[in-house]
């Protein structure tokens, strides 16, 4: 995903945020971290009705601030993504001539039983797009305010 005009810090001190995914994943409606932000935190998160889940525990695998990278791995929870491990990274990058910012996410994932490979990536990259597009949403329309408040108060 490729976000415009947003600084690349706008858009990292979002991604990084472990324990408010929900400021920009729209299917998220709660988040209690247990412990520090450190390796190996889990994070119960409470899940919008819509999708075929309530709850998911997570745990931080890496947190990244130098190379702007976090990891997370679904551990537990009411819904069917198996061994669910995601990587997303952050990197400045000049679009069409101007300072922008491109988001990464892979994820590897166990099929479950009744789906096939592709419906399982379909269903999951269509998640990783909407969290994307939202997340693009939110770090252009706090650029556009041009807020002298710091992110995590959006």
């Known amino acids: ?12 001190s979002l991604v990084r945020r472990f324990d408010q995914p929900q400021k920009y994943k ?8 247990q412990g520090d932000l450190e390796i190996g935190s889990l994070r119960e998160v409470d899940v919008k009705s819509g999708l075929p889940a309530t709850t998911s525990t997570e745990r931080l695998e890496l947190l990244d601030d130098e190379e702007h990278i976090l990891s997370v791995r679904i551990v537990g929870g009411d819904h069917r993504l198996r061994n669910y491990s995601s990587v997303i990274s952050v990197h400045p990058e000049v ?7 491109v988001v990464l996410e892979s994820f ?6 009744g789906n096939t490979k592709d419906e ?5 990259e269509a998640l990783i797009n909407c969290n994307l597009k939202s997340l693009a949403d939110i770090s252009e ?14």
Request: contains cysteine; aromatic residues 12%; glycine residues 6%.
């Open 120 to 124: 399982t990536c379909y269903f999951v």
């Open 26 to 33: 729209p299917f998220i409606s709660r988040c209690i971290v």
């Open 108 to 113: 590897v994932v166990d099929v479950p039983e």
């Open 141 to 154: 329309r706090v650029a556009v305010q041009d807020r002298t408040e710091p992110i995590d108060q959006v």
């Open 1 to 12: 995903m490729v976000v415009g005009s947003p600084s690349f810090y706008q858009v990292w």
């Open 95 to 101: 679009i069409d001539g101007r300072p922008g910012t």
